[in-house]
């Protein structure tokens, strides 16, 4: 069964970048696009962007200037990376296979930002 | 403020049946882009509940369907158990933002 799995630092200073790993078990990364989901604390869900296998790329255009998200077949992960955050950007960070109707998702990892 | 509304809450008896409206406009469920739905319990990550506005994956129980039609979408809930209560989310594309979008969520209290 393919899981996903959200790794990275769970605290980032302001105006630092934030970077996040998707590791895929269970299957292939290849021939799937791939997305990243965040929910701040009490709130919704926001889209960020997705990646397809082949490397294309689509971003939330509020947080295009920011997002760079990028694959890695040979380890069979894709990456989040966010600049220049704020305490705005504090959320859990979901990875999930597939943009909309989404069928597998990661755990979710919390990231706060504060110094 | 979501490009997608939805009501904040709903709530419901068990066995009752409820439903969730997820309203748009002509950019995004208007334009025959697909709604889809997602249940996300408590601590947990969301779940896919539909898809392609209507469909439901293996595994989610026919007491979950879903509707479309002109610029909203619906979530209907039959026999509402109080393993239900969750929050619920739907989402589809829109052209204008040219990226995907989520409802506000509705919280679902069973009685």
Redesign the interface.
Known sequence: QEQLQESGPGLVKPSETLSLTCTVSGGSISGYYWSWIRQPPGKGLEWIGYIHYSGSTSYNPSLKSRVTISVDMSKNQFSLKMSSVTAADTAVYYCARGVGSSSVWGQGTLVTVSS | Q?VLTQPPSVSGAPGQRVTISCTGSSSNIGAAY?V?W?QQLPG?????LI??NSNR?SGVPDRFSGSKSGTSASLAITGLQAEDEADY?C???DSS?????????TKLTVL
């Open positions: 979501s697909d889809h997602y947990t990550a969301p779940k896919l898809y392609g994956p989310y989402q589809s594309y933002l040219s990226g995907w979008v989520f409802g506000g969520g």
